[in-house]
């Protein structure tokens, strides 16, 4: 970003309108830059046009993943580098870099920037907000620069010293959860390489947990003194990868076009990245298309629960799964509040859940509506597609591809959504009104 620009931000912000709209004008400017820059000659090979600039600069911004073309023979080295960038600009925050770059200029953060940033970081706090954006931006390169060294001995004795850049964009792409990858296969050359199966998952994991649990587990180190989000969001993390991993092995152990050609000792390795990679990351060691139904359900409700708040991570998060299993558990209790760690949960925090969860499978219910309108296609293939776009993950069955002008409309407009959209909802929802009337109290028969 330039000084002009940094000022531009600055005075932009100042303008009357809610943070969440300045929050989306904003996404939706880097998203447009970064289509003009991709549509460059130099940033590609043959013809790009300006629908397929904007998909990819969409899928970019919003950390997804989703492509229309083999990212590392259509794109140059140059365009790579606009993607990476883009990737880590909307991965970590916009706002994030504008307040950090506003500040070692000596320009003053003022309440409207922080107002915005507490949006883009999901907080309900304006304390601390800016120390949060350093910790933020330092953890973050700190992962990825041990990320890209630890993957340079794979790619490099393979693409010499090409290889130095194939590891640092697989490292920036994993840890924001974005799933670009520079082979038109992912990572499914290397389905059983440990370096690859344990550094790319782990770049994503720690970027799918929130920046807030890392900076919790670094300051108390001690289980019992973490905070509740940084207990649920742990506990949460660890009972989805073990049951994707064990789930995905069991149901797709004998598939031919999956795990079933494999040795044993690949097959763990697959399932295993299988069963992390929905968490939002997007990369695949295996054909994703030729998996089973169930296999294929399984892995569209991982893309669904997603990773953490405050993190690179789409979906509707762990921490909210958590709370709606814990209200359910209380409901069949009749229990009124609800209980975990030793900690209390009141209304609002279940009401916030729960109408974020109502609000995101309609969005991805009516995505899947329209966009079969006017795909014939196989449904499950498209419905997968939709919610990885939602999800911001980037997994795809070979539909996105297949898709005519309007479907990949769609598919942006989900991505858009799935990224900037809880935002946007989280910041009406904490807005409070006291109600002027109140009414008697009705009755109304569930269930």
């Not at 880590?88 to 070692?104: E, K, R, S």
Request: proline share 3%; net charge positive.
């Amino acid at each position: 970003m330039t000084v002009w620009t940094l000022n531009l931000v600055k005075r932009f912000t100042k303008v009357q309108l809610p943070p969440p709209a300045v929050l989306v004008i904003f996404y939706i400017a880097f998203i447009i830059i970064g289509a003009i820059l991709l549509r460059l000659p130099i940033s590609h090979y043959g013809d790009i046009g300006l629908g397929d600039a904007l998909f990819t600069s969409t899928s970019a911004v919003t950390v997804t993943g989703l492509v229309l073309a083999d990212t590392g023979a259509v794109f140059t080295g140059f365009g790579q580098a606009v993607i990476a960038t883009l990737i880590q600009l909307g991965g970590l925050g916009l706002m994030t870099f504008a307040v950090l770059l506003l500040g070692a200029l000596g320009i003053p953060v003022g309440m409207p920037q922080r107002l915005i940033l507490r949006e883009d970081l999901n907080q309900t706090s304006l304390s601390n907000l800016t120390y949060l954006a350093r910790i933020i931006f330092v953890v973050a390169l700190m992962c990825e620069a041990c990320g890209a060294a630890l993957l340079a001995f794979v790619f490099v004795p393979e693409f010499g010293w090409a290889g130095i850049w194939q590891a640092i964009f697989h490292s920036v792409s994993a840890f924001n959860n974005a799933g670009f990858a520079l082979h038109a296969d992912s990572l499914s050359q290397w389905v059983g390489n440990p370096i690859i199966n344990i550094v790319i998952p782990a770049l994503f994991i720690l970027g799918g947990l929130g920046f807030i649990v890392m900076g919790d587990i670094y300051q108390k180190r001690q289980w019992r003194t973490l905070t509740l989000h940084s207990k649920l969001m742990l506990l949460g993390t660890a009972v989805l990868i073990v049951w994707g991993s064990v789930m995905f092995g069991l149901l797709e152990w004998s598939n031919p076009e999956t795990l079933g050609q494999l040795s044993t000792s690949d097959k763990l390795w697959a399932s295993w990245f299988q069963g992390v990679t929905p968490r939002t990351a997007g990369f695949n060691t295996i054909h994703t298309g030729g998996m089973h139904d169930s296999a294929t359900m399984l892995t569209m409700t991982l893309m669904l629960v997603g990773g953490g708040s405050t993190s690179t991570a789409g979906g509707i998060k762990v921490t909210t799964l958590c709370v709606l299993l814990l209200a359910t558990t209380a409901f069949f209790r009749r229990r009124t509040t609800l209980n975990a760690f030793g900690r209390s949960l009141g209304v609002n925090e279940v009401m916030k859940v729960l109408a974020l969860t109502t609000i995101s499978m309609l969005l991805v219910l009516t995505g899947i509506f329209v966009a079969s309108i006017h795909h014939d296609g196989e449904f499950i293939d498209l419905a997968f597609e939709v919610t990885s776009a939602f999800g911001t993950v980037g997994l795809s069955r070979g539909t996105t591809a297949e898709l005519d002008g309007i479907g990949r409309s769609i598919i942006m407009v989900m991505m858009f959504i799935g990224r900037v959209g809880p935002l946007t909802i989280g910041f009406f929802l904490a807005s409070r009104s006291v109600p002027r009337v109140k009414y008697p109290a009705g009755q109304v028969y569930l269930g």
